[in-house]
C-alpha cells in the first residue's frame, strides 16, 4: 500500500495489516509473515529500495499491528507490504475490512 507523509523526514515506525476472520484460507494462527518498506524510487515511482523488514507472528484474528520498524525517508511516498513466507493455505491473507468506515478501503 502506498503512503505520502505530511512532512519530511518521515520515520516510519509500524502498521497494521487486516488478515481477516480465520475463516479463509485458516487456520493460520502462529504463521509469520515479513513486513516490508520500500521506497518509491522505482521506476515511475512504483516501490524501490527496500528501506527496512521485520518478521511478524500473526497471534490474533482481524488486525495484526507492527510497531517496531524504523525506515527513514527524507521525501516522496513510501510503500508498506506483506511478504508470505510460508506456503499457502497455511499462511496469514491480507484480508477485507467490512467495518464502517473503512468499508472497502483496506485492500
Not at 78 to 102: E, R
Request: charged share 15%; hydrophobic share 35%; proline share 7%.
Amino acid at each position: 500500500m502506498k503512503f505520502t507523509p505530511n512532512g519530511y523526514p518521515a520515520t516510519i515506525i509500524g502498521g497494521r495489516f487486516y488478515v481477516g476472520d480465520g475463516s479463509f484460507p485458516g487456520p493460520f494462527l502462529n504463521s509469520e509473515f515479513s513486513v516490508v518498506v520500500y521506497d518509491d524510487d522505482g521506476t515511475d515511482g512504483m516501490p524501490g529500495t527496500m528501506l527496512d523488514s521485520a518478521g511478524v507472528t500473526v497471534n490474533n484474528y482481524g488486525w495484526v499491528d507492527v510497531d517496531w520498524l524504523g525506515a527513514m525517508i527524507m521525501d516522496g511516498d513510501f510503500y508498506l507490504a506483506m511478504w508470505q513466507t510460508g506456503n499457502a493455505p497455511n499462511v496469514a491473507p491480507i484480508g477485507i475490512d467490512t467495518d464502517l468506515p473503512t468499508y472497502y478501503k483496506s485492500y
